[in-house]
């Protein structure tokens, strides 16, 4: 019912940038917490970055602090995840999610999610 529609992933170099977006269609976007979660091969999937409805509270995974940036415009029903100063160790596939207001941060309480798009940072 609900479609979230990821854009912006790729192949870059060690120490370059990328920003990836994530539409969603309908009219409940900022009821949303917005998300983003990656997974690396052989590895299980792992939290990045959360975003509450009106952009007051961000949340970063240690492992980004500092070099990505979660954001939202929520009048084009899309949120962001700036990524600077890539890393080899960030190449994932990146899965851009969404959960109503009131659950918890947990993994489960994200109820749609994205296809997914693929993020390789070379040496």
């Known amino acids: 019912q609900v479609q979230l529609v990821e854009s912006g992933g790729g192949l870059v170099q060690a120490g370059g940038s990328l920003r990836l977006s994530c539409a969603a269609s309908?009219?409940?976007?900022?009821?949303?917490?917005m998300g983003w979660f990656r997974q690396a091969p052989g590895k299980e999937r792992e939290f990045v970055a959360a975003?509450?409805?009106?952009?007051?509270?961000?949340y970063h995974a240690d492992s980004v602090k500092g070099r990505f940036t979660i954001s939202r415009d929520n009048a084009k029903n899309t949120v962001y995840l700036q990524m600077n100063n890539l890393r080899p160790e960030d190449t994932a596939v990146y899965y851009c999610?969404?959960?109503?207001?009131?659950?918890?941060?947990?993994?489960?309480?994200?109820?749609?999610w994205g296809q997914g798009t693929r993020v390789t940072v070379s040496s």
């Open positions: 999610a969404r959960k109503p207001l009131g659950t918890d941060y947990s993994a489960s309480s994200y109820t749609d």
């Open positions: 309908g009219r409940t976007f900022s009821s949303y917490t």
């Open positions: 975003i509450d409805w009106n952009g007051g509270i961000k």
